[in-house]
């Protein structure tokens, strides 16, 4: 199964794919989808666009998103929002449903504990997948997320849940 994990941004929107067999995970890629300043609208037409490129590059089975933080500045929480509204839209369009999570439940998966920082989640994400070279925290916490898409699609298996 090939595992492509997301964590929205509007400036950085990080994205990394991992390949899962049984209890085996490895690296494929990640990176991190950037914009320029300018109109809102061209800023999410641009990650729209890379973000296309990285999923036929890729072709992941299987998608997951880091759930918004809603914070108290509501404008900016409501751009998240579209950035998040396009790292949904391009998996759903190869007919993907996207795993959702909170980013407690994300670390939780991969650090064990759910108030990690960053530094912990880039060092865990690097132990679980070796010679990983990661293009930046954006990166790291998408590899975190498809990380945790993982474990919780294999849980759901062997119980025979159907996400």
């Known amino acids: 199964m090939r595992v492509m994990g997301l964590d929205p941004g509007l400036r950085a929107m990080g994205w990394g794919v991992i390949d899962v067999s049984g209890s085996r995970l490895r690296h494929v890629a990640n990176g ?4 320029s300043t300018g109109p809102l609208g061209a800023r999410l ?6 973000l296309t490129v990285v999923w036929k590059t890729y072709a992941p089975d299987t998608a997951a998103v880091e759930q918004t933080f ?5 404008a900016a929480t409501l751009k998240l929002g579209q950035a998040r509204g396009i ?8 007919g993907i449903v996207v795993g959702e999570y909170a980013p407690n439940a994300v670390k939780k998966a991969v650090v064990g504990v759910g108030h990690a920082d960053k ?3 880039d060092h865990m994400v690097r132990m ?3 010679g990983a070279e990661i293009a930046g925290p954006d990166a790291a916490d998408a590899l975190a997320v498809a990380i945790c898409h993982a474990h919780i699609a294999q ?9």
């Open 32 to 35: 991190i989808c950037r914009t």
């Open 45 to 50: 037409a641009m990650l729209f666009e890379e």
């Open 70 to 74: 809603v914070n108290r500045d509501g």
């Open 87 to 94: 790292a949904m839209l391009v998996p759903a369009r190869a």
């Open 119 to 121: 530094a912990q989640v």
């Open 128 to 130: 679980q997948l070796p």
């Open 155 to 163: 849980t759901n298996a062997r119980l025979g849940v159907q996400a």
